[in-house]
């Protein structure tokens, strides 16, 4: 499998927020034409300011797995096999792990479909009563 590193992810609780810098929200990566690849993302918790946004460009990994430093220290950034999930591991502060979960497009319009069949459904009950 080839890793797809660019898309939208939302950022899940693993990470503690009472002892460290966590992404929070969504976390936008982006292609700066094919050779980088431009991270955006929110932080929240012990963080040297508050709000702490990130926006920062990297060598595009072309791996699963590549190495940042964020805030001087080293963290793995792992995605999954099937490109839905990344990881980041704080090698010296392993409470400060976390992942995020890619935001799914296929799903989005699946809720949109039902919520658009359950819209038409109620229109026809209406009219039922109204006509």
């Given at each position: 499998?080839?890793?797809?590193?660019?898309?939208?992810?939302?950022?899940?609780?693993?990470?503690?927020?009472?002892?460290?810098?966590?992404?929070?929200?969504?976390?936008?990566?982006?292609?700066?034409?094919?050779t980088k690849l431009r991270v955006q993302a929110n932080f929240d918790g012990t963080c040297p300011q508050k709000p702490l946004f990130v926006d920062s460009t990297i060598d595009m990994p072309t791996t699963f797995t590549t190495v940042i430093s964020f805030l001087q220290e080293p963290v793995t950034v792992r995605l999954s096999d099937d490109s839905q999930r990344i990881?980041?591991?704080?090698?010296?502060?392993?409470?400060?792990?976390?992942?995020?979960?890619?935001?799914?497009?296929?799903r989005l319009s699946?809720?949109?479909?039902?919520?658009?069949?359950?819209?038409?459904?109620a229109l026809l009950i209406l009219k039922q009563f109204v006509f």
């Open positions: 499998a080839t890793p797809n590193w660019i898309g939208v992810f939302d950022a899940t609780n693993g990470c503690d927020r009472t002892v460290c810098c966590c992404p929070t929200g969504s976390i936008n990566l982006s292609p700066v034409q094919t990881t980041f591991v704080n090698a010296i502060a392993p409470i400060c792990n976390g992942d995020a979960i890619r935001k799914n497009g296929a699946t809720e949109i479909n039902s919520i658009f069949f359950v819209m038409v459904t």
